[in-house]
């Protein structure tokens, strides 16, 4: 089958008459690489210019916080800490959410951030369900810090118990954009897994955007409470 030609999206409150800084926090064209005929990943290594000074901004900056997480009958607690923040919580940001913008042509929710201090911060392998309607969306990924794996597994392969079979590790270093498209969060799932003896830490900068078509997810998200009948 083809790959799948995804429509354009309308834009809604970009300034287009801004003007690109002396010296701009990021540049770059991305590739675009398709897993299977309807999912595409689209990477621009080294997109964000001066990524440790962002990651250190970042990282002394906000109101990091750790999450607690219901699992089967218990919180647990979330092996990494998140933030929210504002576009403008850094210039380069900023920039970067505006750059997004203008290049796929939404708005995007976010930037949310998660930060793993060290190589026993993970998560799971997960789908982005809490989007709701998962048939196509485009998750964000600026990657700060540490290189650490990122796998992505075809939803077939994890649910068979093969998840090695088919996975695909992105590995993004400090300053790289990974842009997950498509039915990605409908199909694949990914993940940071942990990685013994990494002292250093690695910040993602998120951002999320779902057209809101087909099917909504049936089920909780990835951080939300599970309940269970007791049948
Ligand atoms: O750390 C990353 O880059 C992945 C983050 C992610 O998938 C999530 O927070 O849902």
């Known amino acids: 089958m083809p790959p799948q030609t995804l429509e354009p999206h309308t834009l809604d409150g970009v300034d287009s008459s801004v003007e690109a800084p002396a010296q701009p926090w990021v540049s770059g064209s991305p590739k675009r690489h398709w897993l299977d005929a309807t999912t595409w990943v689209d990477l621009t290594p080294g997109w964000l210019r001066d990524p440790n000074e962002v990651y250190r ?5 906000l109101a990091w916080r750790q999450a607690r997480l219901w699992r089967y009958d218990h ?14 919580a850094h210039p380069a940001v900023l920039e970067a959410t505006k750059a997004l913008r203008r ?27 809490e989007l709701r309607h998962t048939a196509d969306t485009l ?6 810090g540490a290189r650490r794996p990122w796998i992505l597994t075809p939803r077939g392969a994890a649910d068979t118990g093969r998840a090695a079979a088919g996975a695909i590790d992105l590995a993004p ?9 498509g039915r990605a969060q409908a199909d694949w799932l990914h993940g940071v ?11 993602s900068v998120q951002w999320r955007w779902t057209s809101g078509t087909g099917p909504p997810e049936i089920g909780p998200g990835y951080r939300a409470p599970r309940h269970f009948s007791g049948g």
């Open 57 to 61: 901004a970042l990282h002394d900056g």
């Open 193 to 203: 897994p942990p990685q013994p003896g990494l002292r250093e830490g690695r910040i």
């Open 103 to 129: 290049h796929y042509g939404v708005e995007f929710d976010g930037p949310s951030l998660a930060l793993y201090r060290d190589g026993r911060d993970a998560l799971g392998a997960h789908r982005d369900r």
């Open 139 to 144: 998750i964000v990924i600026l990657s700060l």
């Open 75 to 88: 919180y647990v607690t979330e092996p990494r800490l998140t933030a929210g923040t504002r576009p403008n």
């Open 173 to 181: 270093r400090a300053g790289d954009l990974l842009v997950l498209g």
